[in-house]
């Protein structure tokens, strides 16, 4: 059996290259992990995948919970056997669902102030000590996740890299409410590492699965310093950063980034959840020292549209993105595509760019709602943020 490592190897200003291994193969950081959300990255087969050169993917929790169920997924002996997938796969908590999609019709900020049975209500969700008890916005079933529970879910589906469950915090929580909220994920992580451990850290399949632990606090500078201290204290296989300002406010991230990273670790790997919408914002996180990082975004992109085009430039010793577009989004439903036989970025090496498929052509597939673009473009916008993990490890190591 093959127990999960981390080495550490070159720096470079706050910059990091390393490498983790794992049951289904070695990860060098930093790296971008595409989502795969049910078991599979949206357009793609596995055999694109491997294409992009992706070491590592996601798969969620909560939506293979809800479908198509552990039962099917155990009965195929994991997600891993599923999907086809035979390379590392990290699984969250589920905790992030729970709260996202609970929240999806709720508008009022005042919401999360404090109330005073330490309980919050969502259109579809509430929250206690003990877990979640949620509505499937599937079916309008109702389930309950508690920590353990979200660890034998996660034991079932098989990651290599398992999420201790947490309560995924808003940047408007008052301190209060954070305060509340973080007591109960450090609750919560406690019970997941006891749960595992009871468990041998090992999926029903007989194979090791390395925990992470997530830090939240809100922007409440203090908090998220003691969450820090509480998930290192736990000695979690990892550490995660989780919220609602990871990786969807960018400014805050490196911002609560900063606040922290004398307190982190050397050796453990540095996991930002949720990151990676704009290559530019890969750049920022590598370069406040994180590790690892995905995001929907370049499969959510490209299937609407966006494509990412532009490269990655050092300048005097430091990395920056350069692209003639804004944030590096190429819309390709523009009329400017319509003669344009240029590839979306020249010089690119995914498989879209390689065999010569045009602006002027995706932009007819995609006007046209033509199936085959989704693929295409999906394959470019993940291979591109692999590449930019990739091209940011050779500066570091350079």
């Keep these: 059996m093959t127990k999960f490592s981390f080495s550490l190897g070159k720096t470079k200003k706050h910059a990091r290259a390393g490498n983790f291994v794992t049951e289904h193969g070695e990860v060098q950081t930093p790296i971008f992990m595409p989502v795969g959300t049910l078991a599979t990255v949206k357009a793609l087969d596995t055999q694109d995948i491997q294409a992009t050169k992706a070491q590592i993917i996601l798969a969620n929790t909560y939506h293979l919970y809800l479908t198509p169920g552990m039962e099917v997924v155990e009965k195929a002996g994991g997600v891993h056997p599923f999907m086809g997938w035979d390379k590392p796969m990290l699984t969250d908590s589920g905790g992030f669902q729970v709260f996202s999609l609970g929240l999806q019709k709720e508008t009022s900020k005042t919401h999360w102030k404090s109330l005073e049975n330490d309980e919050i209500h969502t259109p579809s969700s509430k929250i206690s000590d003990e877990g979640v008890a949620f509505t499937s916005h599937r079916d309008g079933s109702k389930h309950f996740f508690s920590p353990e529970k979200s660890i034998e879910i996660q034991r079932s589906i098989g990651a290599d890299i398992i999420m201790a469950f947490d309560e995924c915090t808003p940047d408007q929580a008052d301190e209060a ?89 050397e050796d453990k790997p540095r996991y930002a959840m949720g ?124």
């Excluded at 850290?201 to 922007?219: D, E, T």
């Excluded at 609602?244 to 805050?252: I, L, R």
Aim: proline share 3%.
């Design 177 to 265: 409410y954070t305060r509340s909220a973080l007591d109960r994920t450090h609750r919560w992580a406690k019970q997941c590492k006891e749960y595992w451990e009871s468990q041998q850290r090992l999926s029903k399949y007989g194979k090791y699965q390395a925990l992470f632990g997530i830090v939240q606090g809100a922007m409440h500078p203090e908090l998220r310093k003691e969450s820090l201290q509480v998930i290192k204290n736990l000695d979690f296989d990892g550490i995660a950063f989780g919220g609602e300002t990871v990786g969807y406010n960018m400014a805050g991230t490196v911002e609560l980034m900063n606040w922290v990273r004398d307190m982190l670790p």
């Design 275 to 398: 990151l990676g919408r704009d290559p530019q914002n890969l750049i920022d996180a590598v370069m406040a020292g994180y590790d690892m990082f995905d995001c929907v975004a370049p499969t959510r992109f490209a299937r609407n549209g966006t494509l990412y085009s532009g490269k990655l430039e050092i300048e005097k010793d430091t990395p920056t993105f350069v692209s003639e577009f804004p944030k590096g989004r190429l819309q390709i439903g523009n009329q400017q595509f319509t003669l344009d036989q240029q590839v979306i970025q020249p010089g690119c090496d995914c498989f879209t760019c390689q065999k010569g498929y045009s602006r002027s052509y995706l932009r007819h597939l995609f006007k046209t709602d033509e199936l085959t673009y989704f693929r295409l473009s999906s394959i470019h916008n993940v291979r591109f943020m692999v590449r930019l993990s990739e091209e940011l490890r050779e500066w570091v190591t350079s």
